[in-house]
C-alpha cells in the first residue's frame, strides 16, 4: 500500500509502460531531477489515487498527449525547468 515514491535524483531515462502497474494507491510520485525523454502511453494508467506528480528538471521529456488521461485524481503536475514536446 504504497502511497509516496521518491525516485528524484536517479538517471531515470525512460517510464515503461507497465513499471508502475500495481502502484494503484499511490498518491505522491516524485521522478523530477533525473533524465526522463520519455514516458510511454500507459505508464500511468493504473495509478487512480495518484495526486502529486514533479517531474522537475527532466530535459527533453516526451509526453504523449494522453499520458495524463486516467489520473482522475491529479491536482498537482510540476513541470518546471524541462524542455517539453508533446506528441
Known amino acids: 500500500n504504497l502511497e509516496y515514491l521518491g525516485l ?3 538517471q531515470i531515462k525512460r ?3 507497465y513499471i508502475f502497474e ?3 494507491n499511490l498518491f505522491y ?3 523530477d531531477n533525473n533524465l526522463i525523454e520519455y514516458i510511454e502511453n500507459g505508464s500511468l494508467n493504473n495509478m487512480v489515487n495518484l495526486n502529486i506528480i514533479r517531474l522537475t528538471n527532466n530535459m527533453n521529456l516526451n509526453l ?3 499520458s495524463f488521461d486516467y489520473l482522475r485524481k491529479l491536482e498537482y503536475l510540476f513541470l ?3 524542455g ?3 506528441s
Request: charged share 30%; hydrophobic share 40%.
Open 84 to 86: 517539453l514536446s508533446i
Open 29 to 31: 510520485l516524485g521522478i
Open 64 to 66: 504523449d498527449k494522453h
Open 22 to 24: 500495481y502502484f494503484t
Open 8 to 10: 528524484a535524483n536517479n
Open 80 to 82: 518546471d525547468e524541462i
Open 15 to 17: 517510464i515503461e509502460k
